[in-house]
């Protein structure tokens, strides 16, 4: 099969005749960049492919200036997974897990998803630029971080959806269909969920779009948009770092010094490095022990 796919897209469609829309998306710089910050365990990796695969999608169903973030968080080996997209598609993501002891690894890797995330929930977040933030939280009742979603926008927001999600050798492909709002439309959503379903993984990787949609729908008159690109973009600055030192008190900042005096900030996402000396400090308004520098 000619590979003609272009990567780090996204896709959207709409059923003319249907109430019913759908997206598709997929990665390969934009995972590759937020997978590689930091030395995940292969099972880790796996749900932090799922929830960068599912941010990009879920960005398209909704209207926001801002930014949209899909939380998971757990009492198991996975302690939280958090992805976020702006509204130009710009993500980032990350995973906290519980270190596990030396051998464990094993174990680690033969967990499911329920095992790896039990006692969890779920929290879809809007932040918008301007105006009110809206969260919604569910439990995670489902087997994957794609059957959450549609147990959480049937719980929270009456719409049928269904989350296809597939990721291997760095690169992940996401398919999205959903019921419109407001509309009585089980039917029409039933026979293209069903007709989604039939997808290969490697159709999924290596068929252009217009060729996959024609594969999938060539009954129904499907209208793509233009596609939108992907990319990783972390929110990080240093001036974003000093506003937060800015808040702590000084017992804080004491332990945040290294032994020459210096504050190191590292970001989460990108790992991004951000020094600040004694100078720095006392712009900020914190006196460093042993420097000469004063408020």
């Known amino acids: 099969m000619t590979t003609t796919v272009q990567w780090d897209q996204l896709h959207r469609f709409v059923f003319d005749d249907l109430a019913v829309r759908g997206a598709l998306v997929r990665l390969d710089r934009t995972l590759h960049r937020n997978l590689t910050a930091h030395p995940y365990p292969k099972p880790v990796a796996d749900l932090l492919a799922d929830a960068t695969t599912a941010i990009a999608l879920l960005a398209t169903?909704?209207?926001?200036?801002?930014?949209?973030?899909?939380?998971?968080?757990?009492?198991?080996?996975?302690?939280?997974?958090?992805?976020?997209?702006?509204?130009?598609?710009?993500?980032?993501?990350?995973?906290?897990?519980?270190?596990?002891?030396?051998?464990?690894?094993?174990?680690?890797?033969?967990?499911?998803?329920?095992?790896?995330?039990?006692?969890?929930?779920?929290?879809?977040?809007?932040?918008?630029?301007?105006?009110?933030?809206?969260?919604?939280v569910v439990p995670l009742d489902g087997n994957s971080?794609?059957?959450?979603?549609?147990?959480?926008?049937?719980?929270?927001?009456?719409?049928?959806?269904?989350?296809?999600?597939?990721?291997?050798?760095?690169?992940?492909?996401?398919?999205?269909?959903?019921?419109?709002?407001?509309?009585?439309?089980?039917?029409?959503f039933n026979r293209i969920r069903l007709l989604a379903e039939t997808l290969k993984t490697e159709e999924a990787f290596y068929l252009p779009v217009e060729t996959l949609l024609h594969r999938l729908y060539h009954e129904e008159q499907v209208r793509l948009f233009s596609p939108q690109p992907t990319r990783f973009q972390c929110r990080c600055s240093r001036e974003r770092c000093a506003d937060t030192?800015?808040?702590?008190?000084?017992?804080?900042?004491?332990?945040?010094?290294?032994?020459?005096?210096?504050?190191?900030?590292?970001?989460?996402?990108?790992?991004?490095?951000?020094r600040f000396d004694a100078i720095d400090a006392a712009a900020l308004g914190h006196q460093v022990p042993g420097s000469s520098q004063s408020h």
Not at 70 to 94: C, D, F, T, W, Y
Not at 128 to 134: E, F, I, T, V
Not at 245 to 272: K, M, Q, S, W
């Open 245 to 274: 030192l800015r808040t702590l008190e000084p017992d804080d900042i004491r332990e945040l010094l290294t032994a020459d005096g210096t504050i190191v900030v590292t970001c989460d996402f990108c790992n991004e490095v951000y």
């Open 145 to 188: 971080i794609a059957g959450c979603l549609e147990h959480y926008f049937q719980q929270s927001e009456q719409l049928a959806t269904r989350v296809l999600l597939w990721h291997e050798n760095g690169r992940s492909v996401g398919l999205l269909i959903q019921a419109l709002p407001g509309l009585s439309q089980q039917e029409d």
């Open 61 to 136: 169903t909704v209207k926001l200036q801002g930014r949209l973030a899909l939380q998971l968080q757990g009492s198991g080996p996975v302690k939280l997974l958090l992805a976020e997209s702006n509204h130009e598609l710009g993500i980032r993501s990350l995973a906290q897990w519980r270190a596990p002891a030396a051998g464990e690894d094993e174990t680690l890797a033969g967990l499911g998803f329920a095992e790896l995330v039990r006692g969890g929930q779920l929290a879809l977040s809007l932040l918008p630029d301007q105006g009110q933030q809206y969260q919604g």
